[in-house]
């Protein structure tokens, strides 16, 4: 007889394509009311699946949704963390079928969100209901998804701190990175922190005829550009003093350990049109993600970009810069040392501002937890081979502060695939993962729920 699962699962997937339609974008004010109207739509879904206490928690920014499913206080808790903004999904003519249309081809569904989370988190939405369905649930569930990871999460934290008693649980789950391969399945064990900037450079007083002025005066973006190149030495090794001072150095066991995951540079290469792999030198591709830090411009702008050509020394130039850091560098050390080397690399001629974003910490989770434990053998069961631990590459930056104020762990128990193109044009989830992560997650719950007895 079919499973409840697969009695339901075109259910599933058309209540997750509703979902998809909603363009619950944090990062940009016109989609407010959208994102309301996405936290109230999975409000009413945990309500109907017998999630009880439901509540939007109201913050300075979007609203937490919340809910609990308490069966007995002497059983173990686990606290299901995700999040239901998604990233904007420009550029829109790069899509093949609209971001908010969602549509479901060769397998795939495709939509913003789709994989970065919202389906991630509907797959925990639809487990519970698998859950009850069956009878009484192994333990008890707290549920919290914000509306702000894409945008740093920093009323999140803010929610955490006030609301240790609330959440108290003995770990948390989280459904936001991926996997190996649908044949390799694996689970990533770290993340990695996230120092971020917008810097400026000023040099004239005004916008200049490059003709009357140029040679003579320092032009902003040729200056930027200089700065950042001077920021990666001919190893690629970043050039900021000290900023390699905290970073967790492996041993050889522990690196080869870690090269033994199953990965091709070849393929590497292939998945995203690249003729050669790139990066710090002595590192392999595996290493450069998942345990070295990294620094990256995300974007650069000024002087003239629209059509033909206007001859022009700008004002002003500016771009973003990103690093990505590994144990035991802390986002706070590595954004003064970035603010005092960038301001110290400016010729004489022009001014340097370094205007600080959004930071998170990385974090390493155990492989000999009692959790760790009972997410790969759900993976053994429902995958048939045993999941990888990996280091991922990705930032949640909550993850560090639920050890950090709660004292909890965190298992990323993640089904998408880097192929996913999460924050890209034509994200998608494959149905197959959708379904996968659902059947899963209950057995989770059971062999966590067993072995904490
Ligand atoms: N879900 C991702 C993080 C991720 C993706 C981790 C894949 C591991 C594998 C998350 O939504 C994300 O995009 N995080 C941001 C950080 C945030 C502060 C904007 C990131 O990593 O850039
Ligand atoms: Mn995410
Ligand atoms: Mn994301």
């Known amino acids: 007889m079919a499973s409840f699962l697969e009695q339901n699962q075109d259910r599933f997937l058309s209540e997750l ?3 998809l339609r909603i363009p619950s974008v944090s990062a940009d004010p016109k989609f407010h009311a959208d994102v309301l109207k996405a936290a109230d739509y999975l409000k009413a879904r945990l309500e109907e699946v017998g999630v009880q206490n439901v509540e939007l928690c109201q913050t300075a920014g979007n609203p937490i949704v919340y809910g609990e499913k308490i069966t007995d206080p002497a059983l173990p808790t686990v606290l299901v963390y995700g999040h239901y903004d998604v990233q904007p999904a420009d550029p829109y003519e790069l899509w093949t079928s ?5 549509v479901i081809k060769d397998g795939k569904i495709y939509a913003r969100g789709a994989c970065d989370d919202k389906g ?23 549920f919290m998804f914000e509306g702000e990871e894409e945008v740093g999460s ?15 649980a003995d770990v948390i789950l989280i459904s936001d990175t991926g996997m190996i391969a ?8 770290g993340l990695r922190g996230l120092s971020y900037h917008e810097v400026e450079v000023t040099g004239p007083n005004r916008d200049l005829h490059s003709g009357i002025y140029g040679g003579a005066v320092p032009n902003p973006i040729n200056v930027l550009c ?4 001077s920021l990666h030495d001919e190893n690629n090794h970043i050039t900021i003093p000290e900023f390699y001072n905290n970073v967790a150095v492996l041993t050889d066991e522990q690196r080869a350990e870690l090269n033994r995951v199953p990965h091709s540079d070849d393929e590497f290469k292939q998945s995203i049109g690249l003729p050669d792999t790139y990066g710090e030198k002595g590192y392999t591709t595996v290493e450069r993600i998942g345990i070295r830090p990294t620094l990256d411009v995300n974007g650069i702008w000024g002087g003239y970009t629209g059509e033909g050509a206007k001859t022009v020394i700008a004002s002003k130039a500016y771009a973003k810069i990103s690093m990505r850091l590994v144990p035991h560098q802390t986002s706070d050390e590595i954004t003064a040392l970035f603010q005092r080397h960038f301001e110290s690399i400016a010729p004489s001629g022009v001014t340097v501002k370094v205007m600080p974003h959004h930071g998170g910490e990385p974090v390493v989770t155990p492989t000999d937890s009692v959790a760790y434990k009972a997410a790969a053998d759900a993976m053994e069961a429902t995958f048939g081979t045993r999941p990888i ?5 990705g930032s949640i930056p909550i993850v560090a502060m639920f050890k950090s104020e709660l004292g909890l762990d965190t298992v990323l128990l993640g089904f998408g695939l880097d192929s996913d193109a999460i924050h890209s044009p034509n994200e998608h989830f494959g149905v197959f993962n959708f379904l996968k992560g659902i059947e899963t997650i209950p057995h989770f719950f059971r062999n966590y729920a067993a072995a904490m007895k």
């Open 17 to 19: 394509l509703d979902w």
């Open 98 to 102: 609209p971001p908010f249309e969602p």
């Open 120 to 142: 991630q988190v509907y797959m925990h939405v639809k487990a519970f209901e698998v859950l009850m369905q069956d009878g009484e649930l192994p333990c008890n569930v707290k």
């Open 154 to 168: 920093s009323n999140l934290g803010i929610f955490v701190k006030a609301n240790k008693e609330k959440l108290k």
């Open 182 to 189: 649908n044949d390799v399945p694996s689970i990533e064990v």
């Open 226 to 229: 200089k700065m950042i190149a």
């Open 389 to 393: 631990p990996t280091r991922g590459g």
